[in-house]
């Protein structure tokens, strides 16, 4: 059974820190592309940063650029989000999500595309 478990997520003032981690399962984890999405109420899901597991490489979006960190380790099936410099506007649902690597095309194009997604932890960032 595929599982994807997102925890860290909470309440943070603006300009602190939170630490998203994602608990994978049931599939193999290097084939994979694993991305965060958020999804703020009233708003459309937005795609935040991707790590493909078998290159290392890695996906941003604009708006989190040089404040948010994705990383993933291997041995453990775990992906990490490192989130710097919260502002207001990062409160949201994030979501974790899995995709087979051959089918990853951008954060725009998987945001309604990912084969498999977590329940999300919610993080709220107050001014």
């Known amino acids: 059974e595929v599982q994807l478990v997102e925890s860290g997520g909470g309440l943070v003032q603006a300009g602190g820190s939170l630490r998203l981690s994602c608990a994978a399962s049931g599939f193999t984890f290097g084939h994979y592309a694993i991305g965060w999405f958020r999804q703020a109420p009233g708003k459309e899901r937005e795609g935040v940063s991707c790590?493909?597991?078998?290159?290392?490489?890695?996906y941003y979006a604009d708006s989190v650029k040089g404040r948010f960190i994705i990383s993933s380790d291997n041995a453990k099936n775990m992906v990490y989000l490192q989130m710097n410099s919260l502002k207001p506007e990062d409160t949201a649902t994030y979501y974790c999500?899995?995709?087979?690597?051959?089918?990853?095309?951008?954060?725009?194009?998987?945001?309604?595309?990912?084969?498999?997604w977590g329940k999300g932890t919610l993080v709220t960032v107050s001014a």
């Open positions: 790590i493909q597991n078998s290159n290392r490489e890695t």
């Open positions: 999500a899995a995709i087979s690597q051959i089918a990853w095309e951008s954060l725009e194009y998987n945001k309604n595309a990912m084969d498999y």
